[in-house]
């Protein structure tokens, strides 16, 4: 029979599917048209529908489980279509097979109902915390690879890198002063996007006098002139990030950061001790959620990708826009964000800001949030490693990215932000299988694993 297991989630299903291989041919002669049918359909397609995706970059080979080499395929779609997904299942004979699925989340309450009305499925819940621990161990354990983390290449703190010496020198052919080379110190706080629009913005004044620059030559040194340093939410600035592996041979303490819908955050202390400490409803659900309604998105995707092109600092105040530079006594740099959607209270910043700015300002909200708790978390719990997972990460460096930032700078370069490649997969693998105990499970799984369960 074909082995399953699933996380319905608040936002997402997650579908994790077992292909034995290297059946022989007594194996192959045993297994049933349906069940081929079956398998043929979810490992010959990486679409279903127009929701159903399966992740093939995801997909894990010669996999050893119960005695039985196959390979992992991991499939998601919205939870919303679990009514079309238990159709399909029917319409596939797959109530022919199985009459009991390990499942996780939420939903495996909420749909219980459905599941054996439609398709005569039982669903054997687990705890879907239990099952993230579990799938977490599982990944990481086949795939030395597994956890890694964004930083720059120096592992230094964005925040902490000199600033930029910008050094302007203007040709001058309109003014009063006596040499034509002249050096022009000021501030722009702007970015560079600013800096260009500023440079032709016609006529300076410089000691009193109006004059314009015919030729304009910009170099970046470290040396004196123009001050410069880029927001730290900026596509520039966390342009110098680069994925870096992480060795995770000896684990314990971890915290473990479970963003989904919502958030949940526990502290693993071994495969078998770990509690939740803290969680808050600001998730990636609250993300999507708010991107639809401020930009008018359809998918995560689009979110994302309209974020990806955003500048926060349209609609964000900063703490510069307050002090007019750093806060130096307490060590807030101006360009930190003071308040959050603050610059919407003004009718003509409103008139003015994209749909782009709106969502880069909401994923930097979220996510500075989430490292702030974090990292408040990882202190109370005196752990040092932090390990974000979930789908709302999956495919998602921007995400991954203003998380390390938020713990780097929150911590004072003290934690990093660790992230898996199975990210949101590790709950649906995890569920026992048949024989498979929680327990022996447990040292094994991650991220997309939330719920494993045999069909």
Same mark, same amino acid.
């Given at each position: 029979?074909? #082995?399953?297991?699933?996380?319905?989630?608040? !936002?997402?299903?997650?579908?994790?599917?077992?292909?034995?291989?290297?059946?022989?041919?007594?194996?192959?002669?045993?297994?049933?048209?349906?069940?081929?049918?079956?398998?043929?359909?979810?490992?010959?397609?990486?679409?279903?529908?127009?929701?159903?995706?399966?992740?093939? /970059?995801?997909?894990?080979?010669?996999?050893?489980?119960?005695?039985?080499?196959?390979?992992?395929?991991?499939?998601? *779609?919205?939870?919303?279509?679990?009514?079309?997904?238990?159709?399909?299942?029917?319409?596939?004979?797959?109530?022919?097979?199985?009459?009991?699925?390990?499942?996780?989340?939420?939903?495996?309450?909420?749909?219980?109902?459905?599941?054996?009305?439609?398709?005569?499925?039982?669903?054997?819940?687990? @705890?879907?915390?239990?099952?993230?621990?579990?799938?977490?161990? *599982?990944?990481?354990?086949? =795939?030395?690879?597994?956890?890694?983390? #964004?930083?720059?290449?120096?592992?230094?703190?964005?925040?902490?890198?000199?600033?930029?010496?910008?050094?302007?020198?203007?040709?001058?052919?309109?003014?009063?002063? /006596?040499?034509?080379?002249?050096?022009?110190?000021?501030?722009?706080?702007?970015?560079?996007?600013?800096?260009?629009?500023?440079?032709?913005?016609?006529?300076?004044?410089?000691?009193?006098?109006?004059?314009?620059?015919?030729?304009?030559?910009?170099?970046?040194?470290?040396?004196?002139?123009?001050?410069?340093?880029?927001?730290?939410?900026?596509?520039?600035?966390?342009?110098?990030?680069?994925?870096?592996?992480?060795?995770?041979?000896?684990?314990?303490?971890?915290?473990?950061?479970?963003?989904?819908?919502?958030?949940?955050?526990?502290?693993?202390?071994?495969?078998? @001790?770990?509690?939740?400490?803290?969680?808050?409803?600001?998730?990636?659900?609250?993300?999507?959620?708010?991107?639809?309604?401020?930009?008018?998105?359809?998918?995560?995707?689009?979110?994302?990708?309209?974020?990806?092109?955003? @500048?926060?600092?349209?609609?964000?105040?900063?703490?510069?826009?307050?002090?007019?530079?750093?806060?130096?006594?307490?060590?807030?740099?101006?360009?930190?964000?003071?308040?959050?959607?603050?610059?919407?209270?003004?009718?003509?910043?409103?008139?003015?800001?994209?749909?782009? @700015?709106?969502?880069?300002?909401?994923?930097?909200?979220? !996510?500075?949030?989430?490292?702030?708790?974090?990292?408040?978390?990882?202190? =109370?719990?005196?752990?040092?490693?932090v390990v974000f997972c979930g789908n709302f990460l999956r495919v998602n460096p921007l995400s991954m990215k203003l998380l390390s930032y938020a713990m780097s700078y929150w911590s004072k370069g003290a934690l990093k932000a660790l992230f898996l490649v199975h990210e949101g997969a590790t709950e649906p693998k995890n569920i026992q299988c048949g024989a498979l105990s929680l327990a022996e499970v447990r040292s094994r799984c991650n991220g997309r694993a939330e719920a494993y369960f045999q069909c």
């Amino acid at each position: 029979m074909p #082995w399953f297991g699933m996380d319905i989630g608040g !936002t997402l299903t997650k579908l994790v599917y077992f292909e034995p291989t290297g059946m022989n041919r007594k194996e192959m002669d045993k297994e049933t048209e349906v069940l081929k049918n079956i398998r043929r359909y979810l490992t010959r397609n990486s679409a279903y529908g127009k929701t159903g995706r399966r992740d093939v /970059h995801l997909q894990m080979d010669n996999v050893t489980i119960r005695g039985r080499r196959g390979t992992f395929h991991f499939i998601r *779609f919205p939870t919303t279509e679990v009514g079309a997904f238990l159709q399909l299942a029917r319409s596939k004979g797959m109530a022919m097979l199985v009459n009991t699925v390990y499942a996780t989340g939420g939903g495996a309450f909420k749909f219980e109902e459905d599941f054996m009305k439609e398709v005569n499925m039982r669903l054997e819940k687990q @705890d879907e915390l239990d099952a993230l621990v579990a799938g977490l161990l *599982f990944v990481d354990a086949r =795939n030395p690879c597994e956890c890694y983390y #964004w930083a720059p290449p120096d592992d230094r703190p964005v925040h902490e890198h000199s600033s930029y010496k910008i050094t302007l020198y203007f040709v001058i052919f309109i003014g009063f002063y /006596h040499s034509a080379d002249t050096t022009l110190s000021q501030s722009f706080p702007f970015g560079m996007r600013g800096l260009d629009r500023a440079l032709h913005a016609g006529p300076v004044s410089i000691g009193g006098s109006s004059m314009t620059a015919a030729a304009v030559a910009m170099t970046i040194s470290k040396a004196d002139g123009l001050t410069y340093s880029e927001p730290p939410y900026s596509e520039e600035a966390l342009s110098l990030y680069v994925k870096k592996s992480y060795n995770f041979t000896n684990p314990y303490p971890f915290l473990l950061v479970n963003i989904g819908s919502g958030v949940s955050i526990l502290a693993v202390r071994a495969p078998n @001790d770990y509690k939740r400490v803290s969680g808050t409803s600001l998730g990636g659900g609250t993300f999507l959620g708010l991107c639809c309604l401020l930009t008018g998105c359809k998918t995560f995707e689009e979110a994302i990708s309209l974020a990806a092109s955003g @500048d926060n600092t349209t609609v964000d105040k900063l703490v510069r826009d307050i002090y007019g530079g750093d806060y130096t006594r307490f060590g807030l740099p101006g360009d930190l964000v003071a308040s959050s959607f603050c610059q919407m209270c003004s009718t003509e910043r409103r008139s003015r800001v994209s749909r782009e @700015d709106l969502a880069r300002a909401t994923l930097v909200t979220i !996510t500075n949030n989430i490292g702030s708790i974090a990292r408040l978390c990882a202190s =109370n719990e005196g752990i040092e490693k932090v390990v974000f997972c979930g789908n709302f990460l999956r495919v998602n460096p921007l995400s991954m990215k203003l998380l390390s930032y938020a713990m780097s700078y929150w911590s004072k370069g003290a934690l990093k932000a660790l992230f898996l490649v199975h990210e949101g997969a590790t709950e649906p693998k995890n569920i026992q299988c048949g024989a498979l105990s929680l327990a022996e499970v447990r040292s094994r799984c991650n991220g997309r694993a939330e719920a494993y369960f045999q069909c």
